[in-house]
């Protein structure tokens, strides 16, 4: 596996995808970032098994390959790279070689075959709304959500999608929130129960300027 990425497009991925990252498990590999150099550029993904991030960014990949790296080690080793490209390379499956300009680091990974593989989710159909809107919806609903494990379908926001119009709806049997935003498409229903952490996970990666599907 051998790429080049900016300092700049590898900290956007790696934001991403770190919260994701679990602070404590009793699975090594679940504290790692998969990192995939590909055609398309670099994927980076992670998980805590109840919540899995996955994003791309433009990188110039010159081996293909895979594996599994230290989120907070790869994380504190690229805030403290200079403004420049940085170029990795892989001896065998566990090892990695990182290197911007005078500097250089070598970590010690896993392999990707130890990675929980991510579900595959489908729609048959889509709908649009402003990151805005939905950065709106998930921060005046999210909290009204219930902490009691006593009570798990309460502890998920329901996540009511509809032509026109998304909605959201919490409770903790005590409270209830619920907000509408306009969307756009969407001839179909669809119904989910989301995590209040997944929520907060989607509200911090896209910027408030984009458009969401």
């Known amino acids: 596996m051998k790429f080049t990425i900016t300092r700049e497009h590898l900290q ?3 934001a991403a995808v770190a919260a994701s990252v679990p602070a404590k498990t009793t699975l090594p590999v679940l504290s790692n970032i998969l990192v995939e150099a590909q055609e398309g550029g670099l994927r980076l993904s992670g998980t805590d098994l109840d919540i899995a991030v996955s994003t791309t960014v433009a990188a110039s990949v010159g081996e293909e390959g895979a594996m599994t790296l230290p989120a907070r080690k790869l994380v504190e080793i690229v805030r403290e790279m200079p403004s420049a490209a940085i170029k990795f390379s892989s001896a065998g ?84 929130a619920r907000m509408d935003v306009p969307v756009e498409g969407g001839a179909e229903d669809a119904d989910l129960i989301v995590p209040p952490k997944a929520l907060e996970q989607i509200r911090r990666v896209f910027d408030s300027e984009q458009e969401i599907e």
Do not use: Y
């Open 93 to 176: 499956e566990q090892r990695v070689t990182i290197e911007c300009g005078r500097s250089k680091f070598k970590l010690l990974g896993l392999p990707r075959e130890e990675f929980p593989a991510f579900p595959s989710v489908s729609f048959d159909d889509s709908w649009k709304c402003s990151a805005q809107d939905l950065q709106k919806l998930i921060r005046h609903v999210a909290f009204a959500a219930s902490t009691e494990e006593s009570r798990p379908i309460l502890n998920g926001v329901l996540w009511e999608l509809r032509p026109e119009r998304m909605r959201m709806v919490a409770t903790n049997g005590h409270r209830l």
């Open 12 to 14: 956007e991925g790696l």
